[in-house]
């Protein structure tokens, strides 16, 4: 999925929560970007996707531009492009069987104000 697809009206929204939909697209910087000028000031950013993994969440991978997030590096991309009031949590962790071994893949929540 690219960036271009989402054509939201700018400083038009006072919350966008976007779930497990980021690890989708490729270049995330200009979405991310994209959500920023959507936002009205003063307006908030919610974002719940995966933790960093080895790509073996998906069982079938067509589709999937990242295989997870760093947090604090994707905290760092949001504060550059303006949000501020960042924070993070592990609000989910899907367990699935991988093997003989049942697998964990956390899921975080980064909230953000746009200034």
Same mark, same amino acid.
């Given at each position: 999925?690219?960036?271009?697809?989402?054509?939201?009206?700018?400083?038009?929204?006072?919350?966008?929560?976007?779930?497990?939909? !980021?690890?989708?697209?490729?270049?995330? &910087?200009?979405?991310?970007?994209?959500? $920023?000028?959507? %936002?009205?000031?003063? =307006?908030?950013?919610?974002?719940?996707?995966?933790?960093?993994?080895?790509?073996?969440?998906?069982?079938?991978?067509?589709?999937?531009?990242?295989?997870?997030?760093?947090?604090?590096?994707?905290?760092?991309? !949001?504060?550059?492009?303006?949000?501020? &009031?960042?924070?993070?949590?592990?609000? $989910?962790?899907? %367990?699935?069987?991988? =093997?003989?071994?049942?697998?964990?893949?956390?899921?975080?929540?980064?909230?953000?104000?746009?200034?």
């Amino acid at each position: 999925m690219t960036a271009d697809r989402w054509l939201l009206p700018a400083a038009a929204y006072d919350l966008l929560f976007v779930s497990m939909v !980021l690890h989708h697209v490729a270049d995330t &910087d200009a979405l991310l970007r994209h959500f $920023h000028e959507a %936002l009205a000031p003063g =307006g908030y950013l919610a974002l719940a996707d995966l933790e960093k993994e080895d790509g073996s969440f998906h069982d079938h991978p067509q589709g999937i531009a990242h295989h997870g997030f760093d947090r604090q590096a994707l905290m760092a991309s !949001l504060q550059q492009l303006g949000f501020g &009031d960042l924070r993070d949590i592990t609000v $989910h962790t899907i %367990l699935k069987e991988r =093997g003989k071994e049942i697998r964990t893949y956390p899921v975080f929540l980064i909230t953000g104000e746009k200034a």
